[in-house]
């Protein structure tokens, strides 16, 4: 099962995370990280996880200790994603029936998530590694490990990462910057759905 596209909403604030969610999963994004380096990004995964229910996967990003874990799932996040492998978080967020997305930058972080429980790797940051750096990795990783590459992603190398055989993406700027208003999101979502689906037809 491929994870598929993941917004990364940094910066969003709570009195906007309504409206944004609500375009992505219309857009058919359904999987909604709130970096925790966001205004009370804490109100803002409650607030969405309440609103969304089963229609979309909220969780909290840039997540750096056991304590943010603990906290995030309190107020409803499902996934956990962080820049960094650190074991003891992504053992914490498996302990707790979430799904880690730990961040790797080289084989030997991907393998230490691995060890640590990880299923679903943050390529981070990806312009750096590369698509042929992924299709390395994916070579000596388990079949059962996805990557996702984020950092760079965008409608115009999107398909490329798809092809080459990622399991989603995380979208930061290329789907929202603070300030952008829901609609001008939701458009932006439509085309990034859209190529996602083109090369991962259900």
Known sequence: M???LVAILRGIRPDEILAIGSALVEAGVTAIEVPLNSPQPFDSIER???ATGD?????????LTVDDVDRAQSVGARIIVAPNTDPDVIA???SRGLHPYPGVATPTEAFRAVAA???SLKLFPADAVGISGMSAWRAVLPADVEMLPVGGVDENNLANWAAAGAGGAGLGSSLYRPGDDAETVGRRARTLARIWAERNPR
Not at 55 to 63: D, E, K, L, N, S
């Open 2 to 4: 491929k994870t598929g």
């Open 92 to 94: 914490a967020a498996v």
């Open 55 to 63: 229609a979309g996967v909220v969780g909290a990003g840039t997540v």
């Open 48 to 50: 969405l996880a309440a």
């Open 117 to 119: 429980g990880a299923r």
